[in-house]
């Protein structure tokens, strides 16, 4: 069964960051990421729990995408796609779970 794949507002607006920062240096990179993390998004609609659980305390699950982390939440048949960051960026579990509650 599919799963219905809903994007906040934050992931859409971070994706679109990303993809618009990366064109500055290369705009085939930007294009190859960008498609990258829809592919890997997409994935979940089949997939939704190939994800690693982020926190023993948490429901929030993570995907690496490049060196872009995809966390996302799986509830009854929706796959919430919460945001879209860095590697290089320490996870904030609190910044997840607000991302979460404030849908």
Do not use: C
Not at 18 to 26: R, T
Not at 65 to 93: C, G
């Amino acid at each position: 069964m599919k799963n219905r794949v809903i994007w906040s507002q934050i992931a859409v607006t971070q994706l679109r960051e990303i993809k618009e920062y990366i064109s500055h240096e290369s705009l085939k990179n930007s294009t190859t990421i960008y498609q990258n993390i829809i592919y890997a998004i997409k994935k979940l609609e089949l997939f939704p729990k190939i994800g690693i659980v982020i926190d023993v305390n948490s429901q929030f699950r993570v995907i690496i995408v490049s060196k872009y982390k995809i966390s996302y939440h799986v509830q009854n048949n929706e796959v919430i796609i919460l945001s879209i960051y860095h590697t290089a960026k320490k996870f904030d579990v609190d910044e997840i779970n607000h991302t979460f509650k404030n849908l």
